[in-house]
């Protein structure tokens, strides 16, 4: 019988987390973008504050 190789196991989840975390970042950029187009097509609101 083989002993487990730890390693392997500990650099799966590395891997793993860092997977997930670039997923976040990518979903955190896409928010952030649609939020930016979002204020840019309506900047009515931001233009009525500044002349009151």
Same mark, same amino acid.
Not at 5 to 17: H, I
Not at 28 to 40: F, G, I, P, S, Y
């Given at each position: 019988?083989? %002993?487990?190789?730890?390693?392997?196991?500990? %650099?799966q !989840?590395e &891997?793993? *987390? !860092? !997977? *997930?975390k670039e997923e976040?970042r990518?979903?955190? &950029?896409?928010? !952030?973008?649609? @939020? +930016?187009?979002q +204020? @840019? *097509?309506?900047? +009515?609101?931001s +233009? @009525?504050d &500044?002349?009151?």
């Amino acid at each position: 019988m083989g %002993r487990p190789n730890y390693q392997f196991n500990k %650099r799966q !989840k590395e &891997l793993d *987390k !860092k !997977k *997930k975390k670039e997923e976040k970042r990518q979903s955190k &950029l896409q928010n !952030k973008a649609v @939020e +930016t187009d979002q +204020t @840019e *097509k309506d900047p +009515t609101t931001s +233009t @009525e504050d &500044l002349q009151a």
